[in-house]
């Protein structure tokens, strides 16, 4: 097995539980779960802005590990309404452009902020 390397990413909120941002060995990445959350802590109450964030804070982890949006091989998407898919749908074409990941989506029945309506988290090969 490659060298790990795990990751505290700055500009990151801190993590709730006992994990970091996201882990490297070798062309691999995992990325952990993102929120939309910015680096204030401000939470915005539509889901589509929660989805941008959370893309942006999924980005910055991804770049941080030396990986941008094409090496990504597998998205899940954790959303607290299933219908908002249509509403994030126009944002995640907009980031992932050609490059179409595996992907699953998942309806929950919260995640670990009352506020949050939409989590994302990614794999990625870089080789």
């Known amino acids: 097995m ?19 941002h996201v882990t490297r060995a070798g062309d691999h990445i995992w990325i952990s779960g993102t929120v939309g959350v910015d ?31 094409e090496h990504i091989v597998k998205v899940t998407v954790y959303l607290t309404n299933v219908r908002d898919r249509a509403r994030i749908n126009p ?8 490059h179409r990941p595996a992907s699953t989506l998942v309806e929950v029945s919260a995640l670990v902020g009352p506020r949050l309506k939409v989590e994302i988290e990614a794999e990625a090969v870089v080789g």
């Open 2 to 20: 490659s060298n790990i390397q795990r990751f505290m990413v700055p500009g990151q909120g801190t993590p709730v539980s006992h994990y970091c």
């Open 39 to 69: 680096g204030d802590g401000n939470v915005p109450e539509d889901t589509a802005e929660q989805f941008r964030l959370a893309i942006a804070n999924l980005d910055a982890c991804l770049r941080h590990a030396g990986g941008r949006p």
């Open 91 to 98: 944002i995640r074409e907009e980031y992932f452009g050609e």
